[in-house]
């Protein structure tokens, strides 16, 4: 079992940055990839960019968040990031870790993944 814990959320305006931390604990070992989830209200949960967890350089964007986010890991601290800048209201939404447990490519479908934190709540105003 692995045990994933998001912090980070916040308001911020828009144009702003924020970093969200996911900190895994448990059965790290069988984590493979590490993503990034969201959902807005009213709408369906949105992938937004993943990790291999253990080839760290291997990473997948949605396109709305490319060259705005970015993905990164540490390992030692088992622990996935996201640095968000230049933030929209759009992207306004509780965001989820996620770890997948497959040796696969990265997916970004979320059946794929086994394990979920509880969420952190990201408010971009206008």
């Known amino acids: 079992q692995v045990h994933l814990v998001e912090s980070g959320g916040g308001l911020v305006q828009a144009g702003g940055s924020l970093r969200l931390s996911c900190a895994a604990s448990?059965?790290?070992?069988?984590?493979?990839?590490m993503a990034w989830f969201r959902q807005a209200p009213g709408k369906e949960r949105e992938f937004v960019a993943a990790?291999?967890?253990?080839?760290?350089?291997?990473?997948r964007y949605v396109e709305s968040v490319k060259g705005r986010f970015t993905i990164s890991r540490d390992i030692a601290k088992n622990t996935v990031y996201l640095q968000m800048s230049s933030l929209k209201p759009d992207d306004t939404a509780v965001y989820s870790c996620?770890?997948?447990?497959?040796?696969?490519?990265?997916?970004?479908?979320?059946?794929?993944?086994?394990?979920w934190g509880q969420g952190t709540q990201v408010t971009v105003s206008s």
């Open positions: 990790i291999n967890w253990r080839l760290g350089g291997i990473t």
């Open positions: 996620a770890a997948d447990r497959r040796p696969d490519s990265i997916s970004s479908r979320s059946q794929h993944y086994d394990y």
């Open positions: 448990g059965r790290t070992s069988d984590i493979n990839k």
